[in-house]
């Protein structure tokens, strides 16, 4: 993975392991486009910070890791919705995480 940000051309180690397309069970089409996967990738710091940014000033909430417009990913099934959550994770700074849940047992 290649990214050119100002005068910087970045070439990342391991880049295959910086995305991830999930697939669409449900597919749909939006102005003529058609939308069958959505690709999740890892942010960079500045994009971390932009976002935290962005969430403090205008309440926006979601971070800037998907290769789909926000109005489109509005529109994605809310099943579709959960396995692309699920990736979303994988790639979060681990301070975004949600807490792993307790596989302890209390009798």
Do not use: C, H, Q
């Not at 932009?50 to 205008?58: C, T």
């Not at 990736?87 to 209390?106: C, G, I, K, M």
């Amino acid at each position: 993975m290649t990214e050119t940000t100002k005068t910087l051309t970045v070439t990342y180690d391991r880049a295959e392991n910086r995305s991830k397309v999930v697939p669409l069970k449900w597919p749909f089409s939006v102005n003529g486009t058609r939308y069958e996967s959505v690709t999740v990738r890892r942010m960079t710091t500045g994009e971390v910070d932009a976002w935290l940014r962005a969430v403090a000033g205008d309440g926006s909430r979601r971070p800037p890791m998907f290769d789909v417009p926000d109005d489109v990913f509005d529109l994605i099934d809310g099943e579709d919705g959960e396995v692309i959550d699920a990736v979303v994770n994988d790639f979060l700074p681990p301070r975004f995480r949600p807490a792993p849940e307790s596989t302890t047992r209390t009798a």
